[in-house]
C-alpha cells in the first residue's frame, strides 16, 4: 500500500446519455435558420436532453451503478468518489453525497471526495484529484470512482444547438489499461467573462459565444506548448503530432475541435515540426509572421491550416468525435465522451498508442494531458470498457422527438428550475430500464429518485425506491 503505484490511470468505464434527442436538422427547420448552419456549420448531428424525469443526479446514479455491476466491483471496495460537473442543483449538498446512497446500502461510507466545479473542466479536476489520491501515501489500496455528469441547456438562441446531457462514471486504480504519463502534461488558467453562471435563478449560461471560440484556441495553444516543453526537457527531443495516435479534445461541437486540431498543425509548422512536409510549409508559409492575435482572427489561416490538417484528421480525431456529435456538449463528459468514442471505434487496435486530451472549462481552466493505452485484463480490458458502454446500441434505442417537444420541455425545465412541491411524470416508457429517475421533489426541496425496474413494461409507479422513501 502507499505511494509509488504503476500505471494509476482509468480501469473502467460506463457512459449514459439520456434516450430523448432531437435531429439538428429538423431544429435548424424548426428555428429558422439556414440549412446546414447546425449539421455542417458546428458539425453536430443530434442534440440529447433530460425530460422532466432526469437530472445531473439520476444520470450518475445510473453510470455508477451500472459500471459497478457490470465490472463486478463490490461497493465496499471504493475508497474516494469526486464528481465534476458545473450544473448546480444545490449551492450547498454535492453531488458526491446523492451518490452515497449507493454506497450507504453496503454500509460503506468511509468514502472520502466531493464535487469539482468549473464549467466543462471540473470532471478533470476531480479525475486528477482521484489519480494524485491514488498515487499519494494516503491511499488505502481501494478503487477511486469518478463520475463527470451534467446537463447542458442554453436559452433560445445561437447557442441552443450547442446543449446535449450525459453522465460518465471511470474506476481508478494502478495498472490500469488506461494510464496517465503524468509527466507530460501543460496548463492553462486565467480570468475571464467567456461563459458563466451569475444568474442563480436560471440554469442558463451568460456566454460570449465568439469570446468563448477564442480562449478555447488560446488555451489549446498555451497548453500544447507547455506539454511539448515538457516533454523536450524529459525526453531530449521534440515533441510533435507524430508522437501520438490519437488527439481528444473537449467537443462544445465539431467544428471547434476540426479548428483545434488544424490549430495544432500550425504551432507544428510555427514550431519547425517533423510533422509538418513541405507541402504543408508551403500552404502555410504566408501566415507565419502573423500576431498570435491576428493568427486567431485569421480566416485565411483557418482554411489553409484546416486543409493541411485534413488526413491527419480523419486519422487522429475522426475515430474520437462520434459521440459529441450524436449527443452534444456533455460540459464535464464532454471529453470523456470523445475519448470513449475512441474505445468504441478502435478497441481491438488501441494496445500501446498514446493518447493526447485536451480539457477546457470556460472562466477558464484547460489541462492538456497524456494517456498509454494496453490492452489490459479482463474485466479491466480496452475490448471489455467498450462491450460494457455499448455505445452503438445505446445510440440507436433513442426516441428522437420534434422539435416542439423539446422546445415544450426546455420551458417546463425552466419553470421546474430551483422548485420545490411537485411530482414528475409518471410515464417512463421511453427511459431504459435499469434507469435512475427523479420522482419528486417535496415541500422541503428534497429530492428523490427511483430506479425503473427490469420488468417494468407498464407506467405504473412500481420502480426500486431509493432511502426507503
Ligand atoms: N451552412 C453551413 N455552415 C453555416 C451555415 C450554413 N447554412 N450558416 C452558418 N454556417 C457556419 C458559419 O460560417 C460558422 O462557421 P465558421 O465557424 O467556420 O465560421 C458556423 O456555422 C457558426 O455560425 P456563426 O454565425 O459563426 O455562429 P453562431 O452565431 O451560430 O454561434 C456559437 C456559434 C458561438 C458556437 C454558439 O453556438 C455558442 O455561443 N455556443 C456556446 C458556446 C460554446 O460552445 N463555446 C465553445 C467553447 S466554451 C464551451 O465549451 C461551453
Known amino acids: 500500500m502507499g505511494s509509488n503505484q504503476k500505471d494509476v490511470g482509468i480501469l473502467a468505464m460506463e457512459i ?8 439538428q436538422e429538423a431544429l435548424e427547420a424548426h428555428v429558422g435558420v439556414s440549412k446546414g448552419k447546425y449539421t455542417i456549420g458546428l458539425g453536430q448531428d443530434c442534440l440529447a436532453f433530460c425530460s422532466e424525469l432526469e437530472d445531473v443526479i439520476s444520470m450518475s446514479l445510473t453510470a455508477v451503478t451500472s459500471l459497478l455491476e457490470k465490472y463486478g466491483v463490490d461497493p465496499k471496495q471504493i475508497g474516494r468518489l469526486e464528481v465534476g460537473s458545473e450544473t448546480v442543483i444545490d449551492k450547498s449538498k454535492s453531488i458526491k453525497t446523492f451518490l452515497m446512497q449507493i454506497f450507504e446500502e453496503c454500509d ?3 468514502i472520502e471526495g466531493v464535487d469539482s466545479t468549473n464549467a466543462c473542466y471540473g470532471g478533470t479536476a476531480a479525475l486528477f484529484n482521484v489519480v ?10 481501494r478503487y477511486g470512482l469518478v463520475v463527470c455528469t451534467d446537463s447542458a441547456v442554453y436559452a433560445e438562441g445561437p447557442a441552443r444547438p450547442t446543449g446535449g446531457a450525459a453522465a460518465i462514471a471511470m474506476l481508478i486504480g494502478p495498472d490500469a489499461p488506461i494510464a496517465f504519463e503524468s509527466k507530460f502534461r501543460g496548463s492553462h488558467m486565467s480570468h475571464v467573462y467567456d461563459f458563466y453562471k451569475p444568474n442563480l435563478a436560471s440554469e442558463y449560461p451568460v456566454v460570449d459565444g465568439k469570446l468563448s471560440q477564442t480562449c478555447y484556441l488560446m488555451a489549446l495553444d498555451s497548453c500544447y506548448k507547455r506539454l511539448c516543453a515538457k516533454y523536450e526537457k524529459i525526453q531530449g527531443k521534440q515533441f510533435s503530432l507524430s508522437d501520438a495516435d490519437y488527439f481528444v479534445f473537449h467537443s ?14 500550425f504551432i507544428d509548422f510555427l514550431r519547425n515540426a517533423s510533422s509538418v512536409d513541405e507541402a504543408s510549409k508551403a500552404k502555410l508559409a504566408p501566415f507565419s509572421a502573423l500576431s498570435s492575435e491576428e493568427s486567431y482572427a485569421s480566416r485565411d489561416l483557418e482554411k489553409a491550416s484546416q486543409t ?7 486519422e487522429k480525431v475522426q475515430p474520437t468525435t462520434l459521440i459529441p456529435k450524436q449527443v452534444g456538449n456533455m460540459y464535464t463528459a464532454s471529453l470523456y465522451a470523445a475519448f470513449a468514442s475512441l474505445l468504441h471505434n478502435k478497441n481491438s487496435s488501441l494496445d500501446g498508442k498514446r493518447v493526447i486530451m ?17 490492452e489490459g485484463s479482463h474485466p479491466f480490458s480496452l475490448s471489455n470498457i467498450a462491450t460494457v458502454m455499448d455505445v452503438a446500441r445505446k445510440l440507436e434505442s433513442r426516441h428522437e422527438v420534434t422539435p416542439e417537444k423539446f422546445v415544450e420541455t426546455m420551458q417546463l425545465m425552466e419553470h421546474r428550475y430551483g422548485g420545490k412541491d411537485f411530482v414528475t411524470s409518471k410515464d417512463r416508457s421511453l427511459i431504459p430500464s435499469g434507469t435512475f429517475y427523479l420522482t419528486q421533489v417535496d415541500s422541503m426541496y428534497r429530492r428523490f429518485y427511483s430506479k425503473k425496474a427490469g420488468n417494468e413494461t407498464t407506467t405504473a409507479d412500481n420502480g426500486t425506491l431509493l432511502n426507503g422513501h
Do not use: H, I
Not at 494524485?132 to 488505502?140: F, G, L, R, T
Not at 462544445?252 to 498543425?265: E, G, H, I, T
Not at 477546457?360 to 494531458?369: I, P, W
Open 132 to 141: 494524485n489520491w491514488v498515487e499519494s501515501s494516503s491511499w488505502d489500496g
Open 16 to 23: 449514459y446519455f439520456p434516450p430523448t434527442c432531437v435531429q
Open 358 to 374: 485536451f480539457s477546457y472549462g470556460s472562466g477558464l481552466s484547460s489541462t492538456m494531458f497524456s494517456f498509454r493505452l494496453r
Open 308 to 314: 493541411v490538417a485534413k488526413s491527419l484528421y480523419d
Open 108 to 110: 460503506n461510507t468511509d
Open 252 to 265: 462544445p461541437y465539431n467544428k471547434l475541435v476540426q479548428k483545434s486540431f488544424a490549430r495544432l498543425c
